[in-house]
């Protein structure tokens, strides 16, 4: 529930403004054309709409992966709306039994789209039953308990499934498999993050210029989420704090405000450099030992924090452990127990 947890954070000092769902929806791409960035995987899933389109079929059930807030629901919500088709969305932490998946697997209609976010964590047993559901299109139900139980070999609709994962790695092979098209959603460059950021500004009417939007996406770690947090926050303090004028200078005096500082990281981003520095000389340590150091989950940190930080080569990731880089350091301004000893 990676998602909720960004969401129900409350507290402006450590969230970096919470987005409601509302505004997140409404700021989402309804259209494939309105999507930024991501032409590969756009120019891909074109081809194969057109294709199932033009076979009267359903398209082929796609993977998407990729770190929180990069467009893996959105693809799942704007694909069916190219198809002309309709969505039902699940969550794989509430698929706990074959049960749950009946309302949703009986509900399909023909060629319909069923997305499951974070599909890593439905059980075997649910995993199992999708099996013959994503490839015959069937399943079985069992009716009644007991001697008198029968099983029902229901026949389903063709349908597409769409899974979204944090965690290409934990799918096991035969459900990774079951997938013709897999996708995995990268990070968004500063000035695709500049045009998400103008466009829904204008959205919000409260258009932004050239260098407020680039002090956003700059303070945005490469997601678009991120940068309709950033937005949401910069328009609110314009309105209180300066009558509705948005500059740089104002965006940068938001941002300070809630500690998103240069390269854009969040106080939980600098909680944990600060953490392996201080507690852990740095590293090699284990992500659990930070995790609880911190009292924030490890799946939290793997999934929200650590993608943006090996990536921007803060941390590295050895056998022996997750490591604080020399950049690390500079950013915090910190100097290295060995140096300084
Ligand atoms: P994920 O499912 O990968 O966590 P979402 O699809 O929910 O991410 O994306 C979060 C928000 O970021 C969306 O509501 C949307 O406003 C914005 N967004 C994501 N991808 C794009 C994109 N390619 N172009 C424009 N906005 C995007």
């Given amino acids: ?22 505004q997140d929806t409404s700021l989402r791409p309804r259209r494939m054309d309105e999507m930024v960035g991501q032409r590969d995987v756009i120019e891909r899933l074109k081809i194969a709409i057109s294709a199932a389109q033009k076979r009267e079929e359903p398209l082929g059930h796609i993977l998407f992966d990729g770190p929180p807030g990069l467009g893996k629901t959105t693809f799942a919500t704007v694909i069916p709306a190219e198809m002309g088709t309709t969505v039902q969305m699940a969550n794989g ?36 039953y999708l099996y013959t559901a994503m490839e015959d299109y069937r399943i079985d139900i069992i009716l009644g308990e007991g001697v008198s139980a029968r099983t029902l070999n229901y026949e389903l609709r063709p349908f597409t499934l769409i899974g979204a994962t944090t965690r290409a790695g ?21 000035s695709e993050l500049c045009e998400i950021v103008r466009r ?6 409260l258009p932004v210029d050239e260098p407020t939007a680039k002090v956003i996406a700059s ?14 926050w910069v328009r609110d303090y314009a309105q209180s704090k300066a009558n509705g004028n948005v500059s740089d200078e104002i965006a940068t005096a938001a941002l300070d405000m809630i500690g998103i500082d240069t390269l854009g990281l969040d106080k939980q ?40 930080l090996l990536r921007s080569e803060l941390i ?21 127990p060995e140096a300084s000893a």
């Fill in 1 to 22: 529930m990676a998602r909720e947890a960004v969401y129900q954070q409350s507290d402006p000092e450590t969230s970096a403004a919470p987005v409601p769902r509302e």
């Fill in 93 to 128: 932490a509430g698929l706990k039994a074959p049960k749950d998946l009946l309302p949703y697997l009986t509900n399909l209609a023909e060629s319909s789209v069923l997305f499951i976010d974070e599909i890593h964590r439905v059980p075997k047993a649910v995993e199992e």
């Fill in 219 to 232: 303070r945005s770690r490469s997601t678009p989420r991120l940068a309709n947090n950033r937005l949401l």
């Fill in 316 to 336: 590295v990731r050895t056998r022996r452990g997750r490591m604080a880089t020399e950049k690390a350091y500079h950013h915090l301004q910190r100097v290295r």
């Fill in 170 to 190: 934990m799918l096991s092979a035969p459900l990774r498999d079951r997938f013709q098209i897999r996708e995995h959603l990268g990070w968004y460059t500063r």
């Fill in 269 to 308: 981003d600098r909680g944990y450099l600060d953490t392996l520095m201080r507690v852990f000389a740095g590293g090699p340590t284990g992500l659990e030992a930070i995790a609880h150091t911190m009292n924030v989950s490890s799946d939290t940190l793997e999934d929200e924090v650590e993608p943006f």
């Fill in 200 to 205: 829904n500004s204008v959205k919000l009417e």
